[in-house]
């Protein structure tokens, strides 16, 4: 890969909401003759439009932007450009927007403590594909411990009602769907739901779909 980037620069793209840290980097970036800036953004959703278009070699994306975020911003680009090097860049050495990024699939989660020099040879590093130490780079792979419990899923203790709701939550409909289909008022459905959110440790009728499917509770 050195002989080809000979050749052939690699292209970064850069996604941050501060301007003088895209112009400082910018600046940087023209002297070194192995790197050239093919765009920038300032938040997630111009980034993907942005990266979508001008397929980098190596992405940049500030993990704190207005909008749409940098972690939610990596996982879509992750999912449409699998081979691509996705580096979080971040202000925070916080485990947890550390394992966000992990999970999000981030290639690395570099602190922006880091000069230009180091930075330049971690994104070499990361587009030839050799290993590298860096004390500004947070390795996602051994850095996190071990992996944390997933949460109870008591799905067990679900009445035969809340079974009804969550199977009507599953088929995608909404309250008033589900309280005309079983002759419950809204308020009462709610207050189920509520309760499914609860045992299931769950947010969302989206996750509570899931889990119900997984565990083939309606098959």
């Known amino acids: 890969m050195d ?24 600046l940087a970036f023209e002297s070194i ?4 800036i093919v765009g920038e953004s300032d938040n997630g959703f111009e980034t ?13 994306i500030d993990i704190d932007m207005p909008g749409l975020s940098g972690i939610p911003a ?10 691509m090097k996705l580096l979080a860049l971040s202000t925070y050495n916080d ?9 999000a699939g981030a290639d690395g989660y570099v602190l922006k403590t880091i ?5 330049v040879k971690l994104i070499t590093a990361f587009h030839d594909g050799r290993p590298i130490v860096s004390p500004y780079l947070v390795n996602l792979a051994t850095d996190m411990g071990p992996e944390a419990p997933a949460p109870a899923r008591d799905l067990d203790s679900l009445t035969n009602r809340e079974k009804q709701i969550l199977k009507h939550i599953s088929e995608g409909k909404n309250n008033k769907e589900i309280s005309e289909g079983l002759f419950l008022s809204v308020q009462t459905v709610k207050t189920h739901v509520k309760n499914i959110f609860k045992k299931l440790n769950v947010n969302s009728r989206f ?3 899931i889990i119900a499917r997984e565990s083939g509770l309606f098959e």
């Open 3 to 26: 002989s080809q980037r000979e050749n052939q620069p690699i292209k970064v793209f850069i996604a941050d909401d501060h301007p003088l840290l895209r112009i400082g980097l910018r």
């Open 33 to 36: 003759a192995c790197i050239t």
């Open 48 to 60: 993907i439009e942005k990266i979508q278009q001008t397929v980098p070699d190596v992405a940049l």
């Open 74 to 83: 990596i996982r879509v680009l992750r999912k449409a450009f699998p081979g």
């Open 95 to 103: 485990t947890n927007y550390i394992k966000n990024a992990m999970k």
């Open 115 to 119: 000069d230009i020099d180091g930075l």
């Open 207 to 209: 996750e509570a779909a």
